[in-house]
């Protein structure tokens, strides 16, 4: 297993490095017809959800961030490099502190073949005693047929041991998929995705199903939402990057929508914790958006987020991606300064999420992090 401590951020896409267009795949998709673990030990807070006690942004240059909270009192992070080309890892006792972290590689894209390209949104779970990174990826010779990959670490420090490719989550079809998350749910584990359906005007969909092991799928396979609202269908229609969080006898899920520009926001589904959640009538979607771009704080295209919790146990926290500028010379998939940031969420009198709006800088680009570096092993 390779090792790589303070991985230099990375300011640009290097020169002459080809990055094949996102629109060639959706073109192509369409003509072919082609939950983190929810923090247990979290209570529903009730704070302002415009408090931002945290350093933002929290680690540049990496996009669809997933932080874990485990029970040896780390944070574990990992999320996009710009390169798409590995998996890395962090971790601090505190989230300020994953800002100045030891970053180690724990994987590395295959030359040929298989998880070969497009090495997207991990995200990392502690499932039955042994460590798991749900990831997207695509062979080398086709780099737009993203399928969903797990790796599995029987190590208690997922720095140390083996990691062990588990293969494909095989769904139902063999299309675009993606963006993975696993949770529990009255004793049963789930698997939430994104993922094309044949005969369907849309790009991706978001897919609910039971587990057999943490990486096979068992029983059907129901859509939750499609893109159907003008806000998840600008530049392309598109439902992705699902989260989960149960509070307040709900479940949750946030998931991210429209092109991955100064667009993209994020949507809510919301179920009664006592219902069927595979029964899609169980759902409700919300008509707007709950996140969007902010022109006061100047932060754009938040998204594919996660949720976690404060070092104190009970807030909840925010932590997902935004650009600081509106503006993209050429495809979004190109500008690698989607940046990972988190701030505290809010609970409304009803009982709902109030994810407020992305908060503004609290330290100039190139200003070291106020967190305590904590290293990675």
């Not at 780099?143 to 139902?172: D, S």
């Not at 990972?340 to 709902?352: A, F, H, I, S």
Request: charge should be neutral; proline fraction near 8%.
């Amino acid at each position: 297993m390779s090792r790589e401590h303070d991985l230099p951020q990375v300011p640009e896409i290097p020169e002459g490095r080809e990055v094949p267009s996102r629109r060639t795949l959706l073109k192509g998709a369409a003509a072919a017809g082609a939950l983190a673990a929810v923090p247990g030990a979290a209570q529903a807070a009730s704070p302002s959800p415009k408090a931002a006690p945290y350093v933002n942004p929290l680690v540049r240059n990496r996009a669809d961030p997933h932080i874990h909270r485990h029970t040896d009192g780390f944070y574990y992070y990992t999320a996009t490099a710009p390169e798409y080309d590995r998996i890395v890892l962090r971790r601090s006792r505190t989230l300020n502190g994953l800002a100045t972290a030891g970053e180690s590689v724990i994987w590395r894209k295959h030359a040929t073949g298989a998880m070969g390209a497009h090495i997207w949104a991990p995200e990392i779970h502690r499932v039955d005693g042994k460590w798991y990174i749900y990831f997207a990826a695509a062979p080398a010779e086709d780099v737009w047929a993203i399928r969903i990959w797990v790796l599995e670490n029987a190590n208690a420090n997922p720095f140390h041991g083996r990691w062990v490719e588990k293969g494909q989550v095989r769904t139902a079809w063999e299309t675009f998929s993606l963006d993975a998350t696993t949770f529990t749910h009255r004793g049963t584990r789930y698997l939430a995705w994104a993922q094309h359906e044949p005969g369907m005007d849309n790009n991706t969909a978001l897919w609910l199903s039971r587990m057999a092991n943490p990486w096979t799928l068992t029983g059907p396979q129901v859509r939750l939402s499609t893109p159907e609202y003008a806000w998840e269908c600008v530049g392309y229609k598109v439902n992705e990057g699902a989260s989960v969080i149960a509070r307040n006898g709900r479940l949750f899920m946030s998931y991210s929508a429209s092109a991955t520009d100064a667009n993209y926001c994020l949507g809510l589904l919301t179920a009664d914790a006592g219902s069927d959640i595979m029964n899609p009538a169980n759902w409700s979607k919300s008509p707007t958006p709950v996140f969007t771009s902010n022109d006061t704080t100047r932060q754009y295209g938040p998204g594919h987020n996660c949720f976690t919790v404060a070092e104190d146990g009970r807030t909840d926290v925010l932590v997902y991606h935004a650009r600081q500028y509106k503006e993209i010379n050429g495809d979004p998939l190109h500008d690698p300064n989607r940046h990972t940031r988190v701030q505290t969420l809010g609970w409304k009198p009803d009982g709902t999420p109030d994810f407020g709006v992305p908060v503004a800088d609290t330290a100039p680009v190139g200003t070291p992090s106020a967190g305590a570096a904590e290293g990675g092993v």
